[in-house]
């Protein structure tokens, strides 16, 4: 059995990927919160270290067995690939403008005040970059897919982060995807309604109001729904809300702990 | 009293959360605009909004929030960025200044007990400046330009769209009540 249970598929068609925690009890899925985002903070300074296009690969090679490990790995690889259009545009732009190059020049050109030229060095340290931003961006999806709201909020007031900050950040962190879905619904709602929001730019008073109006009230219900559901349950009452769910670190926790700050000292030392 | 107070508190704490994540959501709707390889983005909008509407405590952690969401990995940033990167890179002195805008925004917009139209206006433009003030620095420093052309840059090519986007904030502002 898949070790993450099946999305819900919409009516008659194609589930939308985006981006969510998905249930699961995998590995990965058990792992102390607290752990996780160490783990999201070693995978980022990766991203943010190497220059070498080996070592990136390294990086992201790892990341795509971690996601094998949740039994995720479709839904994550379906939110990267949503992705693909920016990395490749970034890509093909390091190849033509490189930063570091070396080896024969493949290609080159005079376009008005550009002067691009292709290098096999180009070339590889353009996989680098494009490998950077699957980093960055498939850690942080991966966390988001494996870890509890719930939990990740108990996390962070584990490590004395004010309650206020983790609640505020954890639903967030949640309400991201709901806002862009919600986005995403009202310009198609107003496409269909022949508002042409891509010839001409947005920049005019009529079509920022036919977005932003909506996006507004969408705030205000999504708003008053959660707030009374907290207030219902009695949140706000007591001076430090009670956390049932009691967060300890286990052997694999500590294994990864290990395996991480390990790869955190050794970019150090590199 | 000590109820209504409480929900209050609660309600403003939930509204901080979505402010931060719609925020977010906003940044992914780009207009590129010539000049300047930032696109517009309705950013700033909520930024004066969360100041405006929520005070400055509150928004200045929706602002806070934003700002770490970005930080941990998430691509909420112009452009879809993400990343301690952004932040101390050239254009990072636009999210420091979202932080302090919706401060400043709150302040003014509730030194008076109610503010009228024209108030909350000025309040969100002066919370507007100080985004700029802090982004124009931060590029000015980073690119080792000087303070004029960073002006060039980083501050005349959004001014349209601002003065845009200021007018249907001060308009939201008013109507709305948290």
């Given amino acids: 059995m898949s070790a993450v249970r099946r999305s819900r598929k919409g009516r008659g068609g194609k589930a939308r990927e985006r981006i969510r925690y998905l249930p699961g009890d995998s590995f990965v899925h058990r792992l102390d919160p607290r752990t996780k985002t160490l783990v999201l903070i070693g995978f980022t300074c990766m991203a ?29 690889y379906g939110t990267l690939v949503k992705a693909m259009p920016f990395v490749v545009l970034v890509v093909l732009a390091s190849t033509l403008f490189p930063r570091v190059s070396w080896g024969p020049v493949l290609f080159a050109a005079d376009w008005w005040i550009f002067h691009p030229s292709v290098t096999p060095g180009g070339f590889v340290y353009s996989i680098g970059v494009g490998l950077r931003l699957l980093t960055a961006a498939g850690v942080s999806t991966l966390f988001i897919m494996t870890t509890r709201f719930e939990d990740f909020v108990a996390g962070l007031r584990k490590l004395h982060v004010p309650y206020v900050v983790a609640f505020s950040l954890g639903l967030a962190l949640r309400a991201v995807t709901l806002m862009s879905a919600d986005m995403k619904i009202i310009m198609d709602a107003q496409r269909s309604r022949c508002l042409e929001l891509d010839a001409g730019g947005l920049l005019s008073r009529n079509r920022l109001m036919s977005l932003i109006i909506p996006m507004t009230i969408c705030l205000i219900n999504r708003s008053r729904n959660i707030s009374s559901a907290m207030l219902c349950r009695g949140y706000g009452y007591a001076a430090r809300p009670a956390i049932y769910s009691r967060l300890r670190p286990g052997p694999g926790d500590w294994i990864v702990i290990a395996g991480t700050l390990a790869g955190i000292a050794a970019l150090a030392f590199l | 009293m000590e109820s209504s107070r409480q929900s209050s508190y609660v309600r403003k704490m939930v509204y901080a959360s979505l402010f931060a994540a719609l925020t977010a959501a906003a940044a992914w709707i780009s207009i590129p605009i010539p000049l300047s390889p930032l696109p517009v983005t309705l950013q700033t909008l909520f930024t004066m909004l969360s100041g405006a509407v929520l005070g400055p405590y509150f928004g200045v952690l929706a602002m806070i929030v934003y700002v770490l ?8 940033f112009a452009a879809g960025q993400s990343g301690p990167g952004v932040l101390f890179g050239p254009w990072g002195g636009y999210l420091i200044g979202f932080v302090f805008g919706a401060a400043v925004t709150g302040l003014i917009a509730g030194a008076k007990e109610k503010p009228g139209l024209a108030w909350l206006c000025m309040a969100m433009a002066v919370g507007d400046i100080v985004v700029y003030v802090f982004g124009v ?8 330009i000087t303070l004029d052309k ?4 980083g501050f005349f090519p959004f001014v349209p769209g601002d003065i845009l986007k200021l007018a249907i904030a001060t308009v939201i502002a008013g109507k709305m009540k948290v």
């Fill in chain 2, 69 to 76: 969401l970005g930080l941990i990995g998430l691509p909420v």
């Fill in chain 2, 150 to 153: 960073a002006i060039l840059i």
């Fill in chain 2, 137 to 144: 620095a931060q590029l000015a420093l980073i690119l080792q």
């Fill in chain 1, 48 to 76: 943010l270290v190497f220059t070498d296009t080996a070592l990136m690969a390294a990086t992201f090679g790892l990341l795509v067995a971690l996601a094998m490990l949740t039994g995720a790995f479709r839904h994550w």
